[in-house]
């Protein structure tokens, strides 16, 4: 049984920064390809980021680029979003997700993870 807890969240001015953190456990968590999720208020869950198993290759969604920054230290079984910049709009809960992958892929679809984290709340707001 894997099991995905996130920290980090919080509530933060406009122009501020936040890094969220999942921690993982129950599995090698290097077999894993890793993304965030998130769901605004009155809104479905959306991609925000996605990295390999190796953190060699990350993607973003147009929203966030050049603002987040998805990392992962497999020694430590934890992958992080640094997010800069931030904005009402990135206001949302957000999740971490893990999918078993073992050909240095991401993933950018909700149904190709199978393990998600219970979600940390980040607010920005003046």
């Known amino acids: 049984q894997v099991q995905l807890v996130e920290s980090g969240g919080g509530l933060v001015q406009p122009g501020g920064s936040l890094r969220l953190s999942c921690v993982v456990s129950?599995?090698?968590?290097?077999?894993?390809?890793m993304g965030w999720f998130r769901r605004a208020p009155g809104k479905e869950r959306e991609f925000v980021a996605a990295?390999?198993?190796?953190?060699?290759?990350?993607f973003y969604t147009d929203s966030v680029k050049g603002r987040f920054t998805i990392s992962r230290d497999n020694a430590k079984n934890t992958m992080y979003l640094q997010m800069n910049s931030l904005r009402p709009e990135d206001t949302a809960v957000y999740y971490c997700?893990?999918?078993?992958?073992?050909?240095?892929?991401?993933?950018?679809?909700?149904?190709?993870?199978?393990?998600w984290g219970q979600g940390t709340q980040v607010t920005v707001s003046s």
């Open positions: 997700a893990g999918a078993p992958d073992n050909r240095g892929r991401y993933y950018t679809r909700m149904s190709e993870y199978n393990n």
């Open positions: 129950g599995r090698t968590f290097s077999l894993y390809a």
């Open positions: 990295i390999n198993w190796s953190g060699s290759v990350t």
